[in-house]
């Protein structure tokens, strides 16, 4: 690991003088660096993200900040979480071809990454926001999902490999502890850096006194920190989504850790469920169509998973995890190994569900879907619906059958009022 004493935050006059100087992206964007022009576009939590616009093409260029951009250098952040960030592009690159963007430059230094401009995608929250369907968009992450967890867990990889990779990621210290404290107990006490709309207050209360809850929620914390499962992105929100109409990408894995399998898709499924709740403060007469092509995204999302998954299990079990020398080399099936282990998968993944809406309504993070909606006398009581459907997850996680069945708790929560 660098000492980083070199480091310099680029800004965006500083940045085409350096790029100049790296070939593999100076090629790309062509012609003199006095013809690049630069703008500082990142508008995430923690780090600058550049669009470098080149004659011949644009990139993009990400530098993390030795602090919380969102908070400031009160809070200090190391900049080696970007090192961890490349390594987890790269894997993904090999899981699942074609999902995450191009990598052109690794600087460990300047803890920067230049990557690929993907365009003209935008973020995915930003249409769920508006209202625009995504084609495609629930195979797609559900593929993804199943692609990262199976190859990047012992089902797949040699049991070395795999260990050598759990201890390389071991080194990403702070990045976990931030989604340790945000994700999983700031909300079930009044921390400091904490916040909720103001009306929400009797909901909150009841959460924060419902020993049942946290135990659970702490039960799901003790799985994330010490289960190696798979390699996760580790923070796979719609914010983490880059959406045209028809074609999606996955960015943004420097939460990236070992991790249970249902990490990813329990997070992601939370950002849904986010979503259609949240719509009746962004529609109006399209408000139902909209909502129920969410919940459809959330179904088809789970499907496209079991399905790749179960494929992936037959043509790809190449690890130490249930040989077939155990099972079809002894003229048995394992097929009912496979759906055991999907539905540990789904367990954890609704567990995680639950934790993850309740994070973004009560710990510092929050997220725009509800933020966005202005008048907290129509924002409070979807946020509440939101909140309650996360603790019913978060405690009867092993009661939800399948993706129709959360999809029916959804609608049924959608109609309740909590204030
Ligand atoms: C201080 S970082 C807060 C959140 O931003 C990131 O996008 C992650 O979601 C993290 O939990
Ligand atoms: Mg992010």
């Excluded at 959460?207 to 190696?228: C, G, P, Y």
Aim: charged residues 25%.
């Amino acid at each position: 690991m660098p000492d980083h004493q070199d480091y310099t935050p680029f800004s965006a006059e500083s940045l085409p003088a350096y790029l100049a100087g790296v070939a593999t992206v100076a090629g790309r964007l062509g012609g003199a660096s006095d013809n690049w022009t630069v703008t500082e576009v990142g508008d995430g939590n923690l780090n600058l993200v550049f669009i470098v616009r080149g004659v011949d093409a644009t990139v993009i260029v990400k530098q993390a900040l030795p602090y919380v951009r969102l908070v400031g250098d009160s809070w200090p952040l190391p900049l080696y979480r970007a090192f961890f960030e490349h390594h987890a592009l790269r894997r993904q690159a090999e899981r699942d071809p074609g999902s995450v963007p191009e990598l052109y430059h690794f600087d460990e230094g300047n803890a920067l990454i230049a990557m690929e401009f993907i365009a003209p995608h935008v973020i995915l929250r930003r249409k769920l926001i508006n209202g625009e369907k995504v084609e495609g968009l629930a195979g797609f992450l559900g593929r993804f999902c199943a692609r990262t967890a199976f190859r990047g867990s012992e089902l797949s990889m040699a049991s070395a490999a795999k260990k050598a990779d759990v201890g390389l990621f071991s080194g990403n210290v702070e990045i976990p502890a931030i989604t340790e404290s945000l994700v999983f107990t700031d909300s079930y006490y009044d921390a400091e850096r904490n916040h909720h709309t103001p009306e929400l207050a009797p909901v909150v209360a009841r959460l924060r006194s419902d020993v049942a809850l946290k135990a659970r929620a702490q039960r799901m914390l003790m799985k994330f920190a010490s289960n190696t499962e798979t390699m996760v992105h580790g923070d796979l929100h719609s914010g983490s989504i880059m959406s045209t109409g028809t074609e999606s990408r996955v960015i943004d894995p420097e939460f990236v850790q070992y991790a249970p399998m249902g990490f990813d898709i329990g997070m992601l499924t939370a950002n849904f469920l986010m979503a259609y709740f949240s719509q009746p403060g962004h529609r109006g007469e399209d408000l139902d169509d909209f909502q129920e092509w969410i919940l459809s995204v959330i179904c088809e999302c789970f499907d496209a998973f079991e399905a790749e998954f179960i494929h992936l299990w037959r043509t790809e079990r190449t690890g130490m995890l249930y040989p077939r020398a155990l099972f079809e080399d002894q003229g048995q099936e394992s097929e009912g190994a496979c759906k055991a282990l999907l539905a540990d998968i789904w367990g954890d993944a609704m567990a995680i569900c639950g934790i993850e809406m309740h994070r973004r309504i009560l710990t510092l993070a929050h997220n725009a879907d509800f933020e966005e909606i202005g008048d907290t006398a129509i924002r409070a009581p979807l946020e509440a619906r939101n909140l309650m459907m996360g603790a019913e997850l978060v405690l009867g996680a092993g009661d939800v059958a399948d993706a129709f069945q959360l999809a029916d708790m959804a609608r049924s929560f959608n109609k309740r009022d909590f204030l």
